[in-house]
């Protein structure tokens, strides 16, 4: 058995966060994925940016979104560095670059510009705004999106400012719809002999994610807003509640659950009350109910209620970042892995939420700069002594 994109070759020219962690997902598959880095400007961004790093170029930020990829280093704004770029293509499934809209088409990065290098070639395009419009050349990024489609008026409490997600939720989904559009538009090509151009943006993907909310609002007017305790806005109890020690969520989100909380905290006699007997009346009820609610929760540590609920009730605890991976779930399900430099220094990674019953995951750690170049244009058909020559040209 083999990964499933074993033998899909990916040239990409990435940088930061969205981008790298679409391929990644790729790269976790068996895609070789081939970096391009510009040699004068210290390559992907995201090899400085801290403030954690295990040398210089080497952050933590870059090795969590660049794991088993190769790096070539060139400089595409150079006649030279196109012909290298145009050549590495030329045995490559597909391109992909996140950059600022208008830029693809100035580096060549197009399927016009490299239809003729192959014809089946599947050209990703990854910018804030699209590659048209009023808005291709601006650049954008993650909190400006959530905050202009909405997630800062859905997010924190009712009485408080507007909030951001704490992850960059809408590079790392843009990431993975990327990803998703590169493997369906090969797929596509590999049928029709026949490449093509994939957008995919920021802003795109921050607004489809609205999802049943923009539906409610295009359909029926509504407009969501905040509920207390990031509750739903119309399913109770699915809600954080206190608990004696910290914080327990719960999501009754299917009316089957609420007899069984009922019941597993003691209080029956909730079940047959009129005005907790459906959503409805709890969501007209909701205050009261809650605050019965939380007083029960609060006579018991959070513990306590997780193991009366187990498998019979959706709950979770409220976690930190350092509760959340030092968890004995995450051990058991093997979430975490090790991946390994060039001198077998082992860096800790998440896993790959992809899992492939029956193959160990890839452990190569994210590539140091140009590492493979030497390597990779060999295999393109350039000679030591072209090599050298555009490394002397300061293409390479």
């Known amino acids: 058995m083999s990964l499933p994109l074993t033998g899909l070759r990916i040239v990409s020219v990435e940088q930061y966060g969205a981008g790298p962690f679409g391929t990644q997902h790729l790269a976790d598959l068996?895609?070789?994925?081939?970096?391009i880095e510009n040699p004068h400007d210290g390559g992907d961004v995201g090899r400085a940016v801290g403030p954690h790093y295990f040398g210089p170029g080497?952050?933590?930020?870059?090795?969590?979104?660049?794991?088993?990829?190769?790096?070539?280093?060139l400089d595409l704004k150079r006649p030279e560095g196109q012909q290298v770029l145009r050549d590495l293509c030329r045995h490559a499934d597909a391109v992909f670059n996140n950059l600022r809209g208008d830029l693809p088409g100035r580096l060549g990065l197009t399927y016009d510009a490299l239809r003729e290098v192959r014809a089946d070639i599947?050209?990703?395009?990854?910018?804030?705004?699209?590659?048209?419009?009023?808005?291709?050349?601006?650049?954008?990024?993650?909190?400006?999106?959530?905050?202009?489609?909405?997630y800062l008026s859905l997010t924190g409490e009712p009485d408080g400012p507007p909030s951001r997600f704490g992850l960059s939720i809408i590079d790392l989904m843009t990431g993975t719809t990327a990803a998703l559009g590169l493997v369906s538009a090969v797929l596509g090509a590999r049928q029709s002999g026949t490449g093509r151009d994939v957008d995919v943006s920021l802003f795109d993907v921050a607004l489809h994610?609205?999802?049943?909310?923009?539906?409610?609002?295009?359909n029926g007017g509504h407009k969501t807003g905040r509920a207390p305790r990031s509750g739903h806005p119309s399913l109770v109890p699915s809600q954080l509640y206190?608990?004696?020690?910290?914080?327990?969520?719960?999501?009754?989100?299917?009316?089957?659950?609420?007899?069984?909380l009922a019941q597993a905290m003691d209080h029956p006699e909730w079940i047959d009350n009129p005005d907790y007997r459906s959503f409805k009346d709890r969501l007209q009820n909701r205050d009261r109910f809650n605050e019965e609610l939380e007083a029960v929760?609060?006579?018991?540590?959070?513990?306590?209620?997780?193991?009366?609920?187990?498998?019979?009730?959706?709950?979770?605890?409220?976690?930190?970042?350092?509760?959340?991976?030092?968890?004995?779930?995450?051990?058991?399900?093997?979430?975490?892995?090790?991946a390994y430099d060039t001198q077998g220094r082992a860096i800790r990674n998440v896993v790959s939420p992809i899992r492939c019953p029956g193959e160990a995951p890839l452990t190569r750690a994210a590539p140091a700069m140009g590492v493979d170049t030497d390597e990779l244009l060999a295999q393109a058909g350039y000679g030591p002594d072209q090599i050298a020559s555009l490394r002397k040209k300061a293409v390479l």
Request: overall charge neutral; aromatic content about 16%.
């Open 242 to 260: 206190r608990t004696a020690d910290s914080w327990i969520f719960i999501m009754c989100n299917k009316e089957k659950f609420w007899p069984l």
């Open 297 to 338: 929760f609060m006579s018991q540590t959070t513990d306590h209620w997780m193991a009366r609920f187990a498998g019979r009730i959706p709950a979770a605890p409220v976690y930190d970042v350092a509760q959340a991976l030092d968890s004995p779930f995450v051990k058991a399900r093997q979430c975490l892995l090790d």
């Open 122 to 150: 599947v050209c990703v395009h990854l910018s804030a705004y699209g590659r048209e419009g009023e808005r291709a050349s601006w650049p954008g990024y993650d909190y400006l999106m959530q905050s202009e489609a909405g």
């Open 30 to 35: 068996g895609a070789e994925v081939i970096k």
């Open 209 to 218: 994610n609205l999802g049943y909310l923009a539906t409610w609002y295009l």
């Open 58 to 73: 080497d952050s933590h930020f870059y090795q969590a979104f660049n794991r088993n990829k190769k790096s070539v280093t």
